[in-house]
């Protein structure tokens, strides 16, 4: 620890008082442990139910819908999925939600944009907002969801493994041969892909109408147990689960999904009692621009202790 830059707080959460401080009013980047006010601020403001969709019936055969952020959606970890029971009734789709293009939060690293762990933000996630390839055998891949295979291009012949190369700016998928049997790769999760993946899966008419109204009010379909959403995100450190999980909450609080707003709406509220003002960017700890103290953590985790 002699090059550290290291704090600790061990706080008796029976006696109230702190028994151990060490620079613990000092900031430190925190990483992950980012969740811990996201993981706060969703137990208490997403309900026992995740909402999944927001929408308006139209006629027997049209639904007009909005995404609420929830990114449970078709996402194989969730076997029932409500949401998709629902809309396979319908032959026509028409999304009138908004249109949410921050994919990537703020002080993310740029390089990681092709790794698993920092799938693109969005407003109506589907499959995880990953393309998961899997090798089968010599020359043969299996792509989920089937809707990337015409987005596939494969150089030469794949032996025994594969590697796999994505542009920034398209959802365009690069396989030569290498030594990967599996990979997820995030996909950019812009409105046209998202309403074209949504007729593949559910094989209906889908089309994008921002012009027309859509209720104040609009129905909803919840879609899983907030807490089933939560377990996998804290215990797997899971961050485009977090990362979503901040936007239901802003959706839910202002109607609009934006980390920054509704951080700072947390942080005049909830956190204004925090020992020491944070630097919160994110919701899951990806961004090097967040910074906590150490006692910050202590007095979130004894809040959590008090209120649930």
Sequence with gaps: LVNAHAG???????????LFNYQGDKYFVPASNTK???CYAAMKYLGDSLVGLQYNIINE?????AGTGDPTFLCSDFKRQPVYDFLKKFKTIVYKG??????LGSGWSWGDYKQYYMAQRSELPMYGNVVTISFKGKDELKISPFYFRNNIEVAGTIDSGFAVDKPWDTNRFFISNGGQKES???YNP???????????????VTDIDFLGSFPRSPLIIHSQPTDSLLKPMMYNSDNFFAEQSLLMVSKKLLNEMSDSKIIDTLLKTDFKGLPQKPNWADGSGLSRYNLFTPQDFVFILNKMKDEF
């Design 8 to 18: 600790i707080s061990i706080y008796d959460a029976n006696s109230n008082k702190y």
């Design 36 to 38: 811990i006010p996201t």
């Design 61 to 65: 055969s049209t639904v007009d819908i």
């Design 98 to 103: 908004e249109v949410y293009t921050d994919f």
């Design 184 to 186: 997820k790769v995030p």
């Design 190 to 204: 812009n409105i046209g892909t998202i309403v074209d993946l949504l007729a593949d899966t559910l094989k209906a």
